[in-house]
Antibody, heavy 116, light 113 residues
């Protein structure tokens, strides 16, 4: 059974940093792109970033370029989202999902709240 | 970016009746080389992550009831629920994966009348 379990969310001040983790199991991690998406009541669902199987290619939505970094540890079947210079508009539930650009498997999400 | 626009924003349907959700993309999501529409539909119930229902515009995900059907091509798409069940109450999203960034519609809330 495919499982994706996010962690690392919480309350952070504007301008601060946070690292999200997603532990994957139930599939061969090294054969899939991995993605992060987020959801807010106001902006809805938004793809944030994805990373190729070997970590050699990474893509980001424009609003997080230069502030967020996606990475993965294939030995630990884990994907990360390093977020810095956080803004109020980054407040969202962040989901980890398997695959590049359409997603059959999602985690349950982790809430990130950026306070001003 | 490709903008996805859904209509209506919400609809109320009686049990057993048909629900129809429309989705329009600002650019074509049809790739002429393989004749595939890079369009997916998701269902999201309260407190849960989205669930993939349909991909390639009309291919149902394994385990999805056949009352869910996807139609359309190019820039105009439709999701129909042929006979609404109580468990279908949810928000439905269309999503294009033709161009990066992949983008979602704003969602359509389906409720019981």
């Amino acid at each position: 059974e495919v499982q994706l379990v996010e962690s690392g969310g919480g309350l952070v001040q504007r301008g601060g940093s946070l690292r999200l983790s997603c532990a994957a199991s139930g599939f061969t991690f090294t054969t899939y792109y991995m993605s992060w998406l987020r959801q807010t009541p106001g902006k809805g669902l938004e793809w944030v970033a994805n990373i190729k199987q070997d970590g050699s290619e990474k893509y980001y939505v424009d609003s997080v370029k230069g502030r967020f970094n996606i990475s993965r540890d294939n030995a630990k079947n884990t994907v990360f989202l390093h977020m810095q210079s956080l803004r109020a508009e980054d407040t969202a539930v962040y989901y980890c999902a398997r695959d590049r650009s359409s997603w059959r498997y999602w985690g349950q999400g982790t809430l990130v709240t950026v306070s001003s | 970016d490709i903008v996805m626009t859904q209509s209506p924003d919400s609809l109320a349907v009686s049990l057993g009746e048909r629900a129809t959700i429309n989705c329009k993309s600002s650019q074509t999501v049809l790739y002429s080389a393989n004749n595939n529409n890079y369009l997916a539909w998701y269902q999201q119930k309260a407190g849960q992550p989205p669930k993939l229902l349909i991909y390639w515009a009309y291919t149902r995900e394994s385990g999805v009831p056949d009352r869910f059907r996807g139609y359309g091509s190019g820039t105009d798409f439709t999701l129909t629920i042929s006979s609404l069940q109580a468990e279908d109450v949810a928000v439905y999203y269309c999503q294009q994966y033709f161009r990066t960034p992949p983008t979602f519609g704003q969602g359509t809330k389906v409720e019981l009348k």
